[in-house]
């Protein structure tokens, strides 16, 4: 089963950042895209940001402008800068590779949480 480890969450200030962190297998870092999700409280959870292999990068509305994905392959490691927190952006955040058909991998990590508040 493949394992993700999420880091970097805490609690943060509205107009702060954060950086989060995933581990991620080396055989899936080198040959899949990535994605981070969020689920809040009470609801679905959604895609926020992801990246493919070469480096292009998608975002989702919510976000756009405010987060930055990125990848290091060499490290395994796959990252997501947060700026400009909200209150609307508390939720648990996980990464996952993304199947070449866009669904992501049914293997989940713990996630780690972000709270946005004063």
């Known amino acids: 089963q493949v394992q993700f480890v999420e880091s970097g969450g805490g609690l943060v200030q509205p107009g702060g950042s954060l950086r989060l962190s995933c581990a991620v297998p080396?055989?899936?870092?080198?040959?899949?895209?990535m994605g981070w999700y969020r689920q809040a409280p009470g609801k679905q959870r959604e895609l926020v940001a992801k990246i493919t292999k070469g480096g292009t990068t998608d975002y989702a509305d919510a976000v756009l402008g405010r987060f930055t994905i990125s990848r290091d392959n060499a490290k395994n490691t796959v990252y997501l800068q947060m700026d400009s927190l909200k209150p609307g952006d508390t939720a648990v955040y996980y990464c996952?590779?993304?199947?070449?058909?866009?669904?992501?991998?049914?293997?989940w990590g713990q996630g780690t949480q972000v709270t946005v508040s004063s």
């Open positions: 996952n590779a993304l199947h070449p058909w866009g669904t992501p991998f049914d293997s």
């Open positions: 080396a055989s899936i870092c080198i040959l899949f895209a």
